[in-house]
């Protein structure tokens, strides 16, 4: 399974972002999609995840409220809306893909593939 992750950009503070993940090949085995952030200095840390069917959605506390992951199935294709962004929401955000579906999905460990990454930036 390859990743594409993109949307990332600079915004002020009170904006939004909607971040894109373009999964491609065997996508058939994926269970769930997540993604992740990690801010320099910092560990990859658990943003949100939904399964691949959408019957499913999680989100850190951090950014629940601000925060709406969503899927494409027919584009296999995964969105995270982000709006009321904050200065400590920069960081480096990235997607994954969990084929294995054995635990809670917060974790980076339980994730198989990963995108490359795309860059959030706010300014206050």
């Known amino acids: 399974v390859q990743l594409q992750a993109s949307g990332g950009g600079l915004v002020q503070a009170g904006g939004s972002l909607r971040l894109s993940c373009a999964a491609s090949g065997r996508t058939s085995s994926v269970n769930r999609m997540g993604w992740f952030r990690q801010a320099p200095g910092k560990e990859r840390e658990f943003v949100a995840f939904i399964t691949w069917s959408g019957s499913s959605t999680s989100y850190a506390d951090s950014v629940k409220g601000r925060v709406t992951i969503s899927r494409d199935n027919a584009k296999n294709t995964v969105y995270l809306q982000m709006n009321s962004l904050k200065p400590e929401d920069t960081a480096v955000y990235y997607c994954?893909?969990?084929?294995?579906?054995?635990?809670w999905g917060r974790g980076p460990h339980e994730y198989d593939y990963w995108g490359q990454g795309t860059q959030v930036t706010v300014s206050s």
């Open positions: 994954a893909a969990d084929r294995r579906f054995a635990g």
